[in-house]
């Protein structure tokens, strides 16, 4: 168990909304990541962090964005979120050797 | 840019039959990792693999073997005797290797590959 949890583990929003997602760690880990699932997709990057206030985006990161004020805490932003928005989302720390993900969100954007 | 081909959308077999998963990896970096990750149907994704691109040596662990090969580009996994508990959707990933930010590993995933045991 690496420790890390998701919040919230299943949101349904409306279109134009802002939802933030936090990914949370207990073992100060400093590499984190956001990816997304979408069937016929597999994951995708979404933003990653390698350390407080270091960010960078990933593959799909429109329509993102992302914070890191302290060690523990990720954040993932939906400014306005889009139906396209819909989607499990899953929040990865970088262990010894793997990334360990978060057991995930699912959001539903209508 | 990284790509990685898992062309197995689905498979089912029947338990106690063995079956392999292809993954095929696409890369312009010569030092990289490759991962194989379980997706069980309570949604949560397990690791089980990583294997760096200088060791090509093949791996088994269990009822799992990996079998790398890098002329072909490829990290199959094979399940043997296969269980019910063996079902979930299974994704291959890579990453490369970086020069700064050691430890920074951004991941590329396959679709995956939905994994059936029949009874």
């Known amino acids: 168990d690496a420790g890390i949890t998701q919040s919230p583990r299943h949101k349904v929003t409306e279109t134009g909304t802002p939802v933030t997602l936090r990914c949370h760690q207990t073992e100060n880990h400093r590499y984190m990541y956001w990816y997304r699932q979408d069937p016929g997709h597999g994951l995708r990057l979404i933003h990653y962090?390698?350390?407080?206030?270091?960010?960078d985006k990933g593959e799909v990161s429109d329509g993102y964005s992302v914070s890191r004020s302290k060690t523990e805490d990720f954040l993932l932003t939906l400014e306005s979120a889009t139906s396209s928005q819909t989607s499990v989302y899953f929040c990865?720390?970088?262990?010894?050797?793997?990334?360990?993900f978060g057991p995930g969100t699912r959001l539903t954007v209508l | 840019a990284q790509k990685v081909t898992q062309a197995q959308t689905e498979i089912s077999v029947v338990e106690k039959e063995d079956v392999t998963l292809d993954c095929v990896y696409e890369?312009?970096?010569?030092?990289?990792?490759l991962f194989w990750y379980k997706q069980p149907p309570s949604g949560e994704l397990v690791f089980l693999i990583r294997r760096n691109s200088f060791d090509e040596q093949n791996e088994i662990s269990g009822r799992y073997s990996w079998n790398f090969q890098k002329s072909t580009s490829s990290f199959n996994f094979t399940i043997t005797a296969s269980q019910v508990v063996d079902s979930a959707v299974y994704f291959c990933?890579?990453?490369?290797?970086?020069?700064?930010?050691?430890?920074?590993?951004?991941?590329?995933f396959g679709t995956g590959t939905r994994l059936t045991i029949i009874p």
């Open positions: 990933a890579l990453s490369a290797v970086p020069v700064a930010n050691f430890g920074n590993e951004k991941l590329t």
């Open positions: 890369t312009r970096d010569t030092t990289y990792y």
């Open positions: 990865a720390i970088r262990g010894r050797h793997e990334q360990f």
């Open positions: 962090s390698y350390g407080v206030k270091d960010t």
